[in-house]
């Protein structure tokens, strides 16, 4: 009998910390999205990620605080002979990551630990050479070069760092299958109903030899017809509304923004 209430007791104490550590990660992260970044800051970000400047205020104002979180609590990691993780770098990881959740309550990239940066394209373990790859286990690789080349058109419909955030978001249930995770169930099925078919039509137009707002890579599988779409919605939200509106409405609803009605 000893025995079961200490075993009792272990588990209230586990229990009992386990809110605590909670409750203390709580009002450390609400201290940290009240600090608006600096004018430096703010500049890293606009040159490297043009879009911040279309964002409305209190989007940005969303952005900024959980960039705040996201810098503190996320490790940066340089490889592949990169001297070292700039500031300039992490603020261009942490601004498109960010804006993906500004609007969206979810556990904050909770599987998510390390960030990696190569200096240039790198190789993954079945030898092919990658820009970026965003993995279950909690990481998210990127090249600085993708980075960079990325922010140069911001209408082009293509953002690395957009694209392996959007696949840390589809993993967060578990599975890389484009399908996100939701608070309610009926999102399920209006989802699927919506982005089943016009990943169909799209696959077939591919094969076809018919561009779409979607860039072509989308066409691998449903996880990178999210993840291309997500690009797409916020870089060429007015022609993915256009050719694509129940997806767009879809992103929309998932994202809580509707970045085709941005200046």
Not at 162 to 182: C, K, M, N
């Amino acid at each position: 009998m000893t025995g079961l209430w200490i075993f009792l007791g272990g588990v209230a104490l586990v229990i009992l910390l386990t809110a605590w550590h909670a409750s203390q990660r709580g009002r450390r992260r609400k201290h940290l999205r009240a600090m608006p970044l600096s004018e430096e800051e703010r500049a890293l970000v606009a040159e490297r990620f043009p879009l911040w400047e279309r964002l409305p205020a209190p989007t940005r104002h969303q952005v900024e605080g959980w960039m705040r979180v996201f810098l503190e609590e996320k490790s940066f990691e340089a490889c592949g002979g990169l001297e070292e993780v700039t500031e300039e770098m992490r603020l261009a990881v942490a601004a498109p990551a960010c804006l993906l959740i500004a609007h969206r309550p979810q556990d904050y990239y909770e599987r998510l630990r390390s960030v990696l940066i190569y200096p240039d394209a790198f190789h993954a373990g079945d030898d092919d050479v990658r820009l970026g790859e965003s993995w279950s286990t909690g990481s998210v690789v990127f090249s600085w070069q993708s980075i960079r080349q990325g922010s140069a058109n911001p209408e082009d419909g293509l953002n690395v760092v957009l694209h392996e955030f959007a696949h840390q978001i589809d993993q967060e249930d578990g599975l890389a299958d484009g399908v996100p995770e939701f608070d309610e169930g009926p999102d399920y099925g209006r989802w699927s109903a919506a982005l089943a078919p016009a990943y169909e039509r799209f696959c077939e137009r591919v094969n076809a030899g018919k561009r779409t707002v979607l860039d072509d890579y989308g066409a691998e599988s449903p996880a990178e017809f999210f993840a291309v779409g997500t690009e797409t919605f916020f870089e060429k939200p007015r022609a993915m509304r256009d050719e694509e509106p129940e997806v767009y409405r879809e992103f929309l609803r998932f994202y809580g923004m509707d970045p085709a009605e941005w200046r």
